[in-house]
């Protein structure tokens, strides 16, 4: 199970890269291999104001629908598109496959998440 | 949980396993879609222990077995195997079930694993004046099912019999296969050609080996759960909890080639025949989504902005590449071209009724 350094992560298993105020939101390596072969992404409006744990979109796999929170309070200003079309790219490259971009309203929310090492960790113990 | 015989080898292939009505299977090995197209494609084979097996034998047992299911045996060959629903008095289903003729006297009934108990209790509560002898004997065997294009030439490599001589729906009650005793029938839960293969539970791990390794070079994997059902529900196979159950009868689950009305009296005609009569007012219809959306069980379907129905089986096929979907609906959307909705997470997403099965079954007929 792959984890990347210079990411912050949640413990329902989302990966968070910030830039400035801005944060890129996608799930963990760990969620897509639990979830199975993912075969639809529904995706946030643009322009939505979303509080930290607000249901940001939902990954389906074969198996079952899931939701996929916010781990930041924000607006979202961008969604990845191409995931409507390809989404199993989210199994094949879990941390490029962002799913959207939200501008943070609180940076002090980022500071409740966990680095790699501690996700690591998290992840074991879940198994 | 229960586990089957070939546990261990599920573990030391990777597999995930889940909880199944009380049993312990593996949902994937590799991931469902490569699986799911490996079937159609290649061949894989599932682990099917779980499902019941409940012997019917004695002098009355042919007319015993009339009386318990919907469709008519009495042309039923030896050695050939027969689908039929079983239902309450009212026309709900109990299960729906494989019936193996070995003669008129003796049968041999596959159940859906999560009914095996229900079964047989409801066979026991109805055997009276019928002298017959009803044994639940689940547990001496263990099934693996071969399925895909490939399987043949799979099979034979183990087996003592020419498999080409058999059609869909025959088997072999006594075949050898690795030198071991067998029930093989030509048949199987995916829409492809196939094979079923009752074993002594001792010898499961034996031939679930050497199967793999025959089918190595033909391009056989192991395949779980998941492919099961997305393989099942492309052919329009009906699963029961979803398409049948006591609620649904087997007219609505557009099954009446498998009720056989004008027979003599088995349990569940009058509601049966009454709701023929009185016109079908609920059907199990396919849908395709016309908007971006995967229907699940149990999400409403609906048409100017109500209820008319819900869906049994959705997903996203990984043959065709489209999300689709098996609903009970009113009659009166049930033809095919209708436009209907699909409520998904508060949205009505529009989809359009369409022909079942989605896709067609490749059995090697007589």
Partial sequence: ?127 | MKKTPLYDRHCELGGKIVDFHGWALPVQYSGIIEEHKRVRSAAGIFDVSHMGEINVEGPDAADFIQKIITNDISRTKDFRVAYSPMCYPDGGVVDDILIYKYSSDLFLLIVNASNTEKDYEWMIRNMEGYRTRISNVSDSYAQLALQGPESEKILQKLVNIRLENMKFFDFVPEAEICGKKAIISRSGYTGEDGFEIYIDSEYAVMLWDNLLEAGREHGLVPAGLGARDTLRFEAALPLYGQELSPEITPLEAGLDRFVKLEKDDFIGRDALLKQKSTGIKRKIVGFEMVDRGVPRTGYDVLAGGKKKGYVTSGNFSPSLGKNLGMALVDSDYSETGTEVAVLIRNRELKARITELPFYSKKYVKG
């Fill in chain 1, 1 to 127: 199970m792959k984890v990347l350094e210079g990411l912050k992560y949640s413990k329902d298993h989302e990966w968070v890269k910030i830039e400035g105020n801005k944060a890129w939101i996608g799930i963990t390596d760990f969620a897509q291999h639990s979830l199975g072969d993912i075969v639809f992404v529904e995706l946030p409006e643009i322009g939505s104001e979303l509080n930290k744990g607000d249901v940001l979109g939902v990954v389906e796999s074969v198996k079952a629908a899931s939701d996929v929170y916010t781990p930041v309070s924000g607006k979202v200003v961008e969604v990845n598109e191409e995931l409507g079309d390809s989404p199993e790219k989210i199994n094949e490259d879990p941390y490029e496959s962002w799913i959207a971009v939200i501008e943070i309203g609180d940076i002090s929310e980022t500071e409740e998440l966990m680095d790699a090492d501690d996700y690591e960790r998290f992840c074991k113990e879940e198994e």
